[in-house]
């Protein structure tokens, strides 16, 4: 019985672990994330979250994202909350910010869905951000972006100001930005809840601190 | 120009306008319902623009049991008269005869491809037109151009130019670029196959309908059922031996495929995909529309405009308030660097050098709010400011001080108890602590 049942699986061909390749991903250059991470990044063609209060870092990743998708001149859209994307802050880190389109606060809940359609079917953007102040779409929105996204290769990530209790699978990533370290709360394929030291991020995100203060001591 | 408006009266996707590419190739969508057809060169093929009319509602239909529309010179009028005379036909050259017997509410739908930027100014017209004692949208056009310029600037302009077809607005050519793709979502699940068979028809007949105005074929049908208990999905594939746009035939097949499924765990979701290849006889098209990436951000752009959602890239500009210093337009944005200014004459040079070039290169946060925000002594005494000097001093207009403006300000890093990093600065006025940004 045995036998029979190897021999089943005789002539399959299995890949070798060195052949196997990971699924797309978007480098944030944090290296232990993107070592953490199955897609070494975000995913592309996936939705992810980032969330936390402002002020604790999650736009700096995403800025740090779109650096890598400039590298490779690819185009990328911010869609804006109550408040705005600083563009000196973009410049000093080398965004191109002829290849970012930004989107002003929408103001109705129905019309950020549609703008988001808009975009990702437009397959222009490798990487698209959307802040929000608070999470309202709901899961079958979220499934429907999901399904374009996969079809057009986008990363879509949600940037939200509240964080939520509730882990929802839709997100194939969800990484929450707290005073002292970031938490990565789901990420396929992967031990979750897993912690990483943010003043370990913060420094590399405030490197513009050191020298501010080196300019006003001189 | 002659347009034909379809007004939809439910909120579409603007992908629903492929299926009117039957009536004329220059179509266009405007958020959230309203078709617009440039039907000038292409009404005699259907033997006028009455059988015009007709045929664009058949395809309405397709989308709104009661769809209407109507044609006049310009999409504005075209448009109001869908909503108020609807299957109303404007005289060709003199469309304001149609507006006979029209109230002044109808003014709000004289929009075409461009919405009323504000719906106040336009209310206001009214009551004062109204107050006037004209209640007619005749009486209107007698008033001349200058007395709405006096009245309402370029507002009053723009009313006039659309009441007399001066505003023109050119329908440009549609060119489809949305995968053949549904999608429906049921508050109920179903596990009754001739039930979900009708609530797919309505998404089957859009895709068909876009099919159709698309002038290519269908390969294959996807259907894909998602469950409600667990993630559990059903793929169907239904392909004939060959392509065709028989959506009996298609249906005939899927609810044979369907009524053999055991639908204990009842349907929640389903994704429909359409495989479509060209036409059978391939026609070489000179005029085939090329599609580059720069064509598609204006395309997407202008789609924003109509829908009233402002869209661009960031401009620096030259201003050291953090926020003057940048704004939003449509075009492709003209870096702006400081530079100092090197003036040769024969041997000698002379440097002017740039007031403020130092700015564009200290710290500032990622995230701005639109307007400073102010905290209390409360909050303000809560943060805790990484430095006791300011980071850096804003001023302006040292002659004409005032706290209103806030035009003297010191800027601090500070962490509130949360662990987040703001930007926060004093007025050196007032010594009130307002909040401007995030490190986030």
């Known amino acids: ?86 563009p000196t802050y973009l410049a000093n880190h080398g965004l191109n910010l002829k290849k970012l389109l930004v989107v002003k606060e929408p103001k109705e809940h129905e019309q950020l869905f549609w703008i988001l359609q808009e975009l990702i079917t437009s397959s222009l953007f490798e990487v698209i951000g959307c802040n929000l102040k608070e999470f309202f779409l709901k899961n079958h929105q979220l499934q429907k972006l999901k399904r374009l996204c996969r079809v057009h290769k986008v990363a879509l990530v949600f940037i939200n100001q509240k964080p939520q209790r509730f882990i929802n699978p839709l997100f194939s990533l969800i990484v929450l930005f707290q005073r ?39 | 120009m002659r347009t034909l408006c379809i ?54 239909e397709t989308f709104c049991a009661d769809a209407c529309g109507a044609i006049a010179d ?14 109303c036909i404007a005289p060709p050259d003199k469309e304001h005869e149609a507006f006979h017997g029209l109230g002044l509410d109808a003014l709000k739908d004289l929009e075409g491809l461009q919405p009323w930027p504000q719906k106040r100014p336009i209310e206001h017209m009214i009551s004062f037109f109204h107050t006037l004692g004209v209640h007619g949208l005749e009486g209107v056009l007698n008033f001349r151009l200058n007395s709405l310029r006096e009245r309402w600037g370029d507002f009053g302009v723009l009313l006039w130019n659309r009441l007399h077809s001066q505003d023109l607005q050119v329908i440009s050519p549609l060119v489809p670029r949305d995968p053949l793709v549904g999608y429906g979502y049921f508050d109920d ?15 089957l007949n859009i895709l068909f309908a876009r099919l159709l105005g698309l002038a290519r074929y269908a390969q294959k049908l996807e259907v894909l059922l998602h469950c409600e208990y667990s993630d559990k999905q059903i793929s169907l594939q239904i392909e004939p031996v060959s392509p065709t746009r028989d959506q009996i035939l298609f249906q005939d097949l899927l609810e044979k495929k369907l009524s053999s499924l055991v639908l204990e765990n009842p349907i929640r979701e389903f994704e429909v995909t359409l495989f ?49 210093s940048f704004r939003l337009v449509t075009d492709w944005p003209e870096d702006f660097k400081a530079h100092d200014l090197i003036e040769r004459q024969d041997d000698a ?77 004093k007025d050196r006025i007032n010594s009130q602590v307002y909040l401007h940004g995030y490190f986030d």
């Not at chain 1, 897993?194 to 991020?201: E, K, L, Q, R, Y």
């Not at chain 2, 009754?192 to 998404?203: C, D, I, K």
């Not at chain 2, 070489?284 to 720069?294: I, M, V």
Request: hydrophobic share 40%; aromatic share 10%.
């Open chain 1, 1 to 86: 019985m045995s036998k029979n049942a190897l021999t089943q699986f005789a002539d399959i061909p299995f890949v070798s672990a060195e052949n196997l390749q990971p699924p797309a991903g978007l480098p944030t250059n944090v290296d232990t994330l993107d070592q953490f991470l199955l897609w070494k990044g975000i995913p592309q063609g996936d939705l992810s979250l980032l969330q936390g209060t402002p002020g604790t870092g999650a736009t700096s990743l995403w800025v740090r994202i779109v650096e890598q998708v400039h590298a490779q001149n690819k185009w990328a859209a911010w869609i804006n909350a109550d408040t705005q994307l600083f």
């Open chain 1, 180 to 218: 002292d370290f970031i938490t990565i709360q789901r990420a396929l394929h992967r031990p979750t809840p897993f912690n990483i030291a943010g003043s370990m991020i913060h420094a590399n995100f405030m490197h513009q601190f050191k020298n501010a203060a080196r300019k006003l001591l001189s």
């Open chain 2, 7 to 60: 007004n939809l009266k439910t909120p579409q996707e603007s992908s629903s306008a492929e299926a009117f590419l039957i009536i004329s190739p220059r179509v266009q969508f405007r958020f959230p319902h309203f078709i617009f057809i440039d039907i000038s060169s292409t009404s005699h093929f259907f033997g006028g623009e009455a059988r015009c009319l007709k045929k664009a509602l058949e395809v309405a």
């Open chain 2, 74 to 87: 310009t999409p504005p009028a075209a448009q109001m008269l869908a909503r108020w005379k609807p299957l």
């Open chain 2, 189 to 203: 699940p179903i596990a009754a196959v001739p039930l979900l068979m009708n609530h797919l028809q309505p998404t």
């Open chain 2, 276 to 324: 479509d290849v060209p036409e059978k006889v391939q026609q070489l098209d000179f005029f085939e529309p090329r599609d580059n990436s720069t064509d598609r951000w204006r395309r997407l752009i202008s789609f924003a405009k109509q829908s009233q959602c402002e869209m661009g890239f960031l401009q620096m500009e030259a201003s050291h308030f953090p926020e003057h």
């Open chain 2, 349 to 425: 040079l002379q440097v002017k050098s740039v007031y403020a070039k130092g700015l564009s290169a200290s710290p500032r946060p990622s995230l701005l709010l639109e307007k400073p925000q102010p905290l209390s002594s409360f909050e303000a005494g809560k943060l805790r400011f990484v430095s006791s000097l300011p980071s850096e001093r804003i001023e302006s207009s040292w002659w004409k001080i005032s706290a209103q403006d806030l035009k003297n300000r010191d800027y601090y890093f500070a962490l509130s108890q949360q662990g987040q990093l703001l930007w926060v600065f």
